[in-house]
């Protein structure tokens, strides 16, 4: 048989070279996780719709029978509010902060016009 130059899956050994790299390639990995770190895991619903979904879930979990996955699924719906109620509140400052400069603004941008008239009229 004709040995090809990119076929790899032909070879039938490695040199030793290859194996022992490897193989401690495979230990460093296993061995040291200082570079481990958890990715943040997004949840691409609204907490509104999840809050339905795990109250769902749980009222279905309960009435087959099974208390504890239902109170596992009622905590998740639990955690789902929270996070919509301080979600919501945050909203609610930003709007009353824009609402306190606008009217800020306005209060001085009306003064500004009241001694303009004032000049204008002296």
């Given amino acids: 048989m004709r040995p090809y130059k990119n076929n790899h899956k032909r070879q039938k050994f490695r040199t030793n070279g290859d194996r022992s790299l490897n193989r401690n390639l495979d230990n460093q990995s296993i061995i040291s996780n200082t570079n481990f770190q958890r990715k943040p895991h997004r949840n691409n619903q ?16 309960f009435s087959s029978g099974d ?12 955690h789902y509010l929270r996070v919509l109620n301080e979600k919501e509140k945050n909203h609610n400052q930003v709007i009353s902060d824009r609402d306190r400069q606008s009217n800020g603004k306005s209060d001085s941008s009306k003064n500004e016009k009241i001694e303009e008239k004032k000049i204008a009229s002296s």
Avoid: M, P
């Fill in 46 to 61: 609204s907490a509104s719709r999840l809050i339905e979904k795990y109250n769902n879930l749980a009222r279905e979990a």
């Fill in 67 to 78: 208390k504890i996955l239902s109170e596992n699924y009622y905590q998740f719906s639990d």
